[in-house]
């Protein structure tokens, strides 16, 4: 070894030795969320969900939004709503429209988690195979939304982030449902409580008596937390239900519903 390289092999060890312990942790992610492993950049940028109210953190995570890889990309949308970056929000929009679905779902859920409005858009696509009027979903993800295939990709637990009995595992879920989509489905219903619009009302309404027994019980606790009185003339009948879940739920929803203060408050509507 030269001299020299000597020389410059030591004054790179003595300004990396330099740093402070706030400066080698930025030197260590950084360099992590530019890894040729997805995977090393994926756990790099699940990390920074630990930073809060942080620019530099919050933009490492927006520029993976971009990664080649839908794993990190999905990493990153989920990262940036635990951060609650309201600041990444127009970047999380665009990230809606990603081709996978993996993506859709955790870019919907940060917003969602943000108290952003578009999120219902694509929970009521979920819960319904249609988009809502004027929504910026596109066809082919509407598409990808029926597809069973598709939903079950998503990963329950990671997409969604809902156990509807609590306590209750994804496996023992699968088993009960024999499926994997009524979980998803049963999922956007519940992430629809707060939406005022009048069609997401009727969707859950409609939902009642959908086929799945799943749906049908989480759309009662839905339209139950949504403490509207008017849903009981298609919640009443279900207490009559063949499966133990949807019958208890729907007599739960009617003794919340009649109550005389439960029952008077609704979501707001829109103008």
């Known amino acids: 070894m030269t001299m020299l390289r000597f020389a410059v092999l030591l004054a790179f060890g003595a300004c990396v030795q330099a740093q402070t312990p706030v400066e080698k942790a930025w030197t260590i992610l950084t360099a992590a969320a530019h890894e040729k492993s997805y995977e090393k950049r994926g756990k790099a940028i699940h990390s920074l969900g630990l930073i809060t109210e942080n620019d530099r953190a919050r933009t490492i995570a927006e520029a993976a939004l971009s990664d080649e890889r839908e794993e990190v990309r999905a990493t990153a949308a989920e990262v940036l709503g635990v951060m609650r970056a309201k600041q990444s929000i127009p970047k999380l929009k665009a990230a809606v429209l990603d081709k996978e679905t993996s993506v859709v779902f955790a870019a919907t859920n940060a917003l969602f988690a943000m108290g952003d409005p578009d999120a219902y858009q694509v929970y009521y696509a979920v819960l319904t195979g249609e988009k809502k009027s004027g929504d910026a979903l596109v066809e082919s993800q509407l598409k990808m939304l029926k597809d069973p295939k598709a939903l079950t990709k998503i990963g329950f637990e990671a997409g969604i982030g809902f156990v509807p009995f609590g306590g209750v595992s994804l496996k023992v879920l699968k088993m009960a449902t024999a499926d994997d989509v009524s979980p ?88």
Request: net charge positive; proline share 6%.
């Open 184 to 271: 998803v489905r049963a999922a956007a219903a519940a992430k629809l409580v707060g939406d005022p619009d009048p069609k997401t009302a009727q969707a859950l309404a409609n939902s009642t008596s959908d086929s799945k027994w799943l749906v049908r019980a989480a759309a009662i606790g839905a339209l139950a937390r949504r403490h509207d009185s008017s849903a009981l003339k298609v919640i009443t009948p279900l207490l009559g239900d063949d499966n133990d879940v949807v019958r208890f739920n729907a007599a739960a929803a009617v003794i919340q519903l009649s109550s005389p203060v439960q029952g008077a408050a609704k979501p707001q509507t829109k103008k």
